[in-house]
């Protein structure tokens, strides 16, 4: 049936062709496995689909299996994004294990990124074990770049203790690499951790931990870095709030907007107002810019509303 569909480009019907090899489970994994075995195309990719939101571990070992025996090209990394997409969570010792084992380059990339976005406390855990015990610095390398790669919120808590105190620097590639995952996180807590890491990092050592703050982008934190430009006790002009204001170049909103114009009409820091002037001026040059003078309520959106409270 879903090879029919898939030939007839009847979409109505692949969805439900899917919704039903889904609810299958793993009695659907040997046929699906078939199709992408004899199959090239469209249909193959489908089933392919099929298996990656099934997504247990016999079905995610399948299409592992079928991506590290394809040939490189154009099919081979459709599939790998399939892999990639896998959310399964009872997978993640499966993907881990592949991630580390295989040799092609290809797989080690999508089990990484399946593992990106579920990652979790047991997950982060487990690849500090394995860094620990590694023997080889492509085995680092591997778990340095997961643990960089880490985009689920879900794994806050362990980067967190990962990254160690705010006033020590990183003692090792992996501690430097939950930096760097905190900031694609981009959550409250890891906006706050970032900001006060700044804060304490010594001369020299700041500009990582600054242009990790610039690339911050989840919606989560617009509100944290709002604060932290208008100047709050947990930043210096010179640092956080400079960095939190070229991070909202992130956020080109109206409030976003409102605050940088207000800081540009008062500031008398320098630095702060030259971010300010750069960051405005970069988000006005953009496609579809808004501009606070467009609204005339947006004059008053630099007056923050109430801090969160903490948890």
């Keep these: 049936m879903l ?3 898939v030939n007839e480009k009847d979409h109505a019907r692949i969805k439900r062709c899917l919704d039903e090899l889904v609810a299958l489970g793993d009695a659907a994994v040997v046929p699906l496995n078939d199709l992408i075995t004899n199959e090239q195309g469209d249909t193959a990719l489908w089933a392919a689909t099929a298996l990656a939101r099934i997504g247990t571990p016999v079905a995610t070992s ?23 997409g896998i959310g399964n969570h009872d997978s993640w010792p499966l993907l881990l294990d592949t991630m580390m084992q295989t040799g092609d380059a290809t797989v080690v990339r ?12 047991p997950v982060i855990d487990e690849a500090i074990a394995r860094y620990e015990l590694a023997t080889t610095a492509a085995e680092m390398e591997r778990l340095t770049q997961l643990i960089r ?22 003692q090792d590639p992996l501690q430097q690499a939950a930096i760097e995952a905190l900031a ?14 700044l804060e304490s990092a010594p001369p020299g050592e700041e500009t990582a931990i600054f242009n990790a703050i610039t690339q911050i982008s989840n919606p989560e934190a617009q509100v944290p870095l ?42 008398q820091n320098t630095k702060v107002l030259t971010a300010a002037s750069r960051t405005l001026e970069d988000i006005k040059r953009a496609p579809h810019t808004v501009t606070a003078n467009a ?12 801090p969160p409270e903490k948890k």
């Design 149 to 170: 790669s880490v985009q689920s919120p879900k794994a806050t808590e362990a980067l967190l203790s990962l990254a160690g105190d705010v006033s020590s620097a990183p």
């Design 226 to 267: 709002l604060y932290a430009a208008a100047g709050n006790k947990e930043v210096s002009a010179e640092h956080g709030r400079t960095a939190a204001i070229y991070a909202l170049k992130n956020f080109p909103d109206d409030r976003t907007v409102a605050l940088l114009e207000h800081i540009i009409a008062e500031e």
């Design 62 to 84: 399948a299409l592992l299996d079928r991506l590290s025996q394809t040939k490189e090209g154009p099919f081979k990394e459709e599939l790998s994004k399939r892999v990639s």
């Design 110 to 121: 999508a089990a990484a990124a399946s593992l990106s976005r579920m990652a979790d406390t």
């Design 295 to 306: 609204d005339p309520l947006a004059k008053n959106d630099y007056i923050l509303p109430p």
């Design 3 to 5: 090879r029919t569909a």
């Design 184 to 197: 694609k996180i981009g959550d409250a807590q890891a906006v706050s951790h970032l900001l006060r890491r």
